[in-house]
């Protein structure tokens, strides 16, 4: 019985084709969170799939009903195991955006897993599908080499509903918080920074969407007539958003910028290169906060984006001087942010700048940045748990540039987060032809059986000392 024997089950399991054969399966359920007539399957993909296979490593399986009207239920799992010294929970979730089946290459379609070379296509391969069946297959494998026993117990939470804002996963942790109380966050979404290099990332960068307006009267007017003489919304609000981010990218209301770039953050970031993969765009040098690197300026710090610019009809224009003009604007922001208060300190900056006449309104829900202090003992454990399974110094994220759930993982359950992803920048998630790729896929079943075996040998001392620091 031996680490060795765990990780070399783990490949052998990969070898043998089980994985590309479970996740053939999973991937054919078209469990699309945004379609309401898809919920039998959505339903299907936790009963037929998930619970006889969680039953089978001795979890005990609840679904629990969602909290928020209409929204999908989530599965919980527990493995308990006798005088457990602590816990592990993990998540995922089994819902997909849409499939956009005319838009694939040829030969290939969502529903249906495509091996092309090192690809695995299909809806759901990187986006979670076939993140969260590594794990479990490597928890399997770490089962059968222990006999049964983990060492530690081990919680699941599987939600429906990732892919339409996790409706009700705050609520429901809040209304299941003793069960799903654990001493470790453990759990995999999200890119690796490269193909070829293992990443641990420890939290995710916020977001708000808001919505500027400026209504100036009900209709157009001829320009001949009236050109040089009325206001133009959408003039108004190109310079009203000029004023909220320059020509270079740079956010000029210090409100919406965090308070510092942490020493260890930075630090963090030396050795991460952003881009330059075969399908990647060309980085813009010069955008964004001067004197920060490409990695900093993504991970460590906060932007901007206009992501829709709406005056008169762009379809098909007429002479004529509209009467209103709109922007949906997002901030993309870092731990150390006044997010409670961006709307204000929006409203405030565009007084000050002389377009009081421009609305402002947050769009949707916020959610909140987080990030695990990197000097913290579970990430250094992790990190040398994936360079002695790989062989190789994984890159460390102190948060992803996008944006997940996590604060409901790390506020709301208080939990020290770890994120180890198993997809690659170029993967489509989100898009057509979206694949994992089979290299990966194998290493990171080896990786993963490396991180279930080292906290069945470390995980107990180090709980205790995170309890302690408290």
């Not at 059986?449 to 995170?466: I, N, T, V």
Request: proline fraction near 7%; glycine fraction near 10%; include cysteine.
């Amino acid at each position: 019985m031996s680490r060795d024997q765990a990780l070399q089950r783990a490949t052998d399991y990969f070898d043998s084709g089980e994985l590309r054969q479970t996740l053939a399966q999973r991937v054919a359920l078209a469990t699309e969170s945004q379609e309401p007539a898809q919920a039998p399957v959505m339903s299907a993909y936790l009963h037929a799939h998930m619970v006889p296979l969680l039953e089978s490593l001795g979890f005990v399986c609840q679904i629990w009903p969602n909290p928020v009207a209409g929204g999908p239920p989530f599965l919980f799992a527990e493995r308990s195991e006798a005088d457990a010294p602590f816990a592990v929970l993990s998540y995922g979730h089994g819902d997909v955006v849409r499939g956009y089946a005319a838009q694939w290459n040829p030969g290939l379609e969502p529903w249906a897993l495509v091996v092309d070379g090192d690809r695995w296509y299909g809806r759901g391969t990187a986006d979670n599908k076939g993140q969260h069946s590594i794990n479990l297959a490597a928890l399997e494998q770490v089962l059968a080499v222990r006999q049964g026993r983990l060492g530690y117990s081990f919680k699941l939470l599987l939600e429906m509903g990732e892919e339409v804002g996790s409706p009700g996963l705050r609520e429901v942790c809040e209304l299941h918080r003793e069960a799903l109380r654990a001493d470790l966050f453990l759990a995999s979404d999200g890119p690796r920074v490269a193909a070829q290099r293992p990443t641990l990332f420890l939290g995710s960068r916020g977001g708000v969407n808001f919505d500027l307006r400026i209504h100036l009267r009900p209709a157009g007017h001829h320009s001949g007539n009236w050109g040089g003489l009325l206001r133009n919304p959408g003039v108004r609000l190109a310079h009203a958003i000029a004023s909220l981010v320059d020509a270079q990218g740079r956010i000029l209301v210090p409100g919406l910028l965090p308070a510092s770039l942490p020493d260890n953050v930075r630090q963090a970031l030396q050795t991460i290169d952003v881009g330059g993969g075969a399908d990647d765009p060309q980085i813009d040098v010069d955008w964004g906060e001067p004197g920060l690197s490409p990695a900093e300026r993504v991970i460590g710090w906060n932007c901007l984006e206009v992501l829709a610019f709406k005056t008169g009809n762009p379809e098909a224009p007429v002479n004529a001087i509209p009467g209103h003009a709109s922007a949906h604007c997002q901030v993309r922001y870092v731990v150390g942010s006044d997010s409670a208060n961006f709307m204000q300190h929006l409203r405030a900056h565009l007084d000050a700048h002389g377009f009081s006449d421009v609305q402002v309104e947050q769009s949707g829900p916020l959610m909140e940045a987080t990030r695990l202090d990197p000097d913290n003992p579970w990430v250094q454990w992790a990190l040398a748990s994936m360079e002695r399974s790989t062989g190789k110094a994984p890159a460390l994220l102190p948060n992803l540039g996008g944006t997940l759930p996590n604060d409901v993982f790390s506020m709301v359950l208080g939990q020290p987060t770890l994120w180890v992803p198993h997809s690659y920048p170029a993967c489509a998630q989100h898009a057509p032809n979206e694949h994992l790729l089979a290299s990966v896929a194998r290493e990171a079943l080896a990786l993963m059986a490396g991180l279930f075996w080292d906290l069945g040998e470390q995980g107990a001392q180090l709980a205790l000392g995170s309890r302690a620091g408290r």
